[in-house]
């Protein structure tokens, strides 16, 4: 089985949108963030865990996010749908996931939340926009 985590993706956009702009700008990087709780299936910590994650949306840098829990799809060797939630948040800049990370509502999040999960695992990707060039890991 393939572990699946959070995804950081990078597009062609230059500069930080904020406000309005924000809403329509594209992204340049994408955080996918699956969690695993202490007490593997609890509909009552997953729903915990849900509401703690909606107040993320308070962080005006964020551009989008999606929380969600697996999906029933057809069970194959590469899908792993062993974790109970996840979220995924788009943001303009790396520098915006920095200001994400260090906001106060994000640390009440995981002082609040934390003895709720067992293992997070994060992907950021960059997003290789259609006629770049590929830049080379961890540049993006």
């Not at 939630?85 to 788009?90: G, I, K």
Request: with cysteine; charged share 20%; hydrophobic share 40%.
């Amino acid at each position: 089985m393939i572990a699946l985590g959070g995804t950081g993706i990078a597009l062609g956009a230059t500069g930080a949108a904020t406000g309005a702009e924000a809403a329509t700008a594209r992204p340049r990087l994408v955080h996918h963030v699956f969690f695993w709780l202490k007490r593997h299936g609890s509909q009552e910590d997953r729903d915990r865990l849900i509401a703690g994650l909606r107040t993320l949306r308070g962080i005006p840098v964020i551009q989008n996010l999606e929380i969600g829990i697996p999906a029933s799809t057809e069970a194959r060797d590469v899908v792993d749908a062993s974790y109970d939630v996840s979220e995924l948040m788009f943001f303009g800049s790396v520098e915006d996931q920095k200001t994400y990370q260090d906001h106060p509502i994000h640390q009440a999040f995981v002082k609040a939340c934390e003895h709720l999960w067992d293992k997070v695992v994060v992907y950021d990707m960059a997003v290789i926009p259609d006629g770049s060039s590929v830049p080379t890991a961890g540049s993006g």
